[in-house]
């Protein structure tokens, strides 16, 4: 919302943080904290402090917020979560305990963001606007769009596995053998290439 204030568990050097928690802020005539609570008590402090209308995390945070007062979101109006796939159960938590219904966000750094969805409401996946999907016949989704990065080619060939419903789809894995873990890449084939030399 315009004139937002932003508080975020995402550092600015994550190009999720550096977008959602400092330039759409500015963008807005907004504010966004300087620090970024990892903790708990932290997330709730600060939000209670800068009275935040959004508020930035990533699932591996939000697995923390049994630990967070109810009155400490009070002011939050929206609150955004990407980095990893969120668990359905895990939204319903959080809307259960904070009435706060998690917007989600798909993206990556090669494509901008892509795709939207509120896990309560609706957990299928829908493109934003301007953003076109398709499916090959490996269930790898194409993406074209503005956002695109300008060095790589349109449409571009994502790692996401998905499968369309309509004007949305169901998220289905990675191609790649890549996981996310608290909102970092992680190559399985790289972790088993190390574990194997141990």
Do not use: N
Request: proline share 7%; charged share 25%.
């Amino acid at each position: 919302p315009p004139h937002a204030k932003v508080v975020s568990t995402v550092h600015p050097g994550h190009i999720y943080g550096l977008l959602y928690s400092v330039l759409a802020p500015l963008l807005a005539d907004g504010s966004f904290g300087r620090e970024t609570p990892f903790c708990p008590s932290s997330i709730g402090r600060d939000v209670r402090t800068y009275q935040a209308d959004v508020l930035v995390t990533v699932p591996a945070h939000l697995t923390t917020f049994e630990g967070i007062a109810v009155e400490d979101l009070q002011s939050v109006q929206r609150l955004l979560s990407s980095t990893a796939p969120l668990g359905e159960e895990l939204a319903r938590k959080i809307h259960a305990q904070f009435a706060l219904e998690v917007t989600e966000v798909l993206g990556s750094s090669e494509t901008g963001r892509m795709a939207m969805r509120q896990v309560v409401r609706e957990p299928r996946w829908k493109a934003l606007p301007g953003v076109s999907l398709r499916v090959d016949d490996d269930a790898r989704l194409w993406v074209d769009s503005p956002y695109i990065c300008t060095t790589e080619s349109r449409p571009f060939l994502t790692q996401e596995r998905v499968r369309l419903e309509g004007e949305h789809f169901v998220h289905e894995g990675r191609w790649d053998r890549i996981v996310k873990i608290g909102g970092r890449r992680v190559s399985l084939p790289a972790m088993e290439a190390h574990l194997l030399r141990h």
